[in-house]
């Protein structure tokens, strides 16, 4: 009978927020990836995610950060070599309104705010078409309309041509997230 050991893998919980890799191009350059994921969360300001950065490639002289992945954060707000100062104001909105703002500059305006992201958000519908019945419902024009007709009326058409005149429809976690023109 031989004996058996049993291996628990070393695994590193899922991240609960956003989440960047930072390296060096120092060391990049000389073929390492020596990094760390740092969770932003844990960081008051950029100042402070900085200085844990410097701290976690101290042992380089005059380290150049290379953001080489990050994890749930908007479009626009990180690069390979830059975070933006934005990025903490992101941090302290809500969750609902971190979602709103990250689909907003993913499908509408990459260097939007929250405020441009607020004023332009219609709402979430299953489908464009599923919009445009709402729409036209709660602004009463089918009201207008004689009843025999009202069957007829093309709310996939409607909602198609108000793509062409502003509305923006993004697909996003199942739902279409809904945009006017600012």
């Known amino acids: 009978m031989t004996d058996t050991q049993t291996i628990t893998p070393n695994r590193t919980p899922a991240p609960s927020g956003p989440r960047v890799y930072v390296g060096t191009y120092?060391?990049?350059?000389?073929?390492?990836?020596?990094?760390?994921?740092?969770?932003?969360?844990?960081?008051?300001?950029?100042a402070d995610f900085l200085e844990a950065c410097a701290e976690l490639h101290k042992g380089e002289h005059d380290p150049e950060?290379?953001?080489?992945?990050?994890?749930?954060?908007?479009?626009?707000?990180?690069?390979?070599?830059?975070?933006?100062?934005?990025?903490?104001?992101?941090?302290?909105?809500?969750?609902?309104?971190?979602?709103?703002?990250?689909?907003?500059?993913?499908?509408?305006?990459?260097?939007?705010?929250?405020?441009?992201?607020?004023?332009?958000?219609e709402g979430t519908h299953g489908s464009p078409?599923?919009?445009?019945?709402?729409?036209?419902?709660?602004?009463?024009?089918?009201?207008?309309?004689?009843?025999?007709?009202?069957?007829?009326?093309d709310y996939a058409a409607y909602a198609r041509n108000a793509g062409h005149e502003g509305m923006t429809f993004a697909e996003h976690n199942g739902e279409v997230w809904v945009f006017h023109a600012v």
């Not at 992101?90 to 990459?110: C, K, P, S, T």
């Open 26 to 46: 120092g060391k990049y350059a000389s073929g390492s990836l020596f990094g760390r994921w740092l969770d932003l969360d844990d960081y008051a300001d950029k």
């Open 65 to 121: 950060f290379m953001f080489q992945d990050f994890e749930g954060i908007p479009e626009g707000m990180i690069s390979e070599s830059h975070v933006s100062e934005e990025l903490w104001d992101w941090l302290g909105l809500d969750d609902d309104e971190q979602e709103l703002l990250a689909v907003y500059r993913e499908h509408i305006n990459q260097e939007g705010d929250i405020e441009e992201a607020r004023d332009a958000f």
């Open 129 to 153: 078409e599923a919009w445009a019945e709402d729409y036209i419902d709660s602004c009463g024009m089918l009201a207008e309309m004689p009843e025999n007709l009202r069957y007829y009326f």
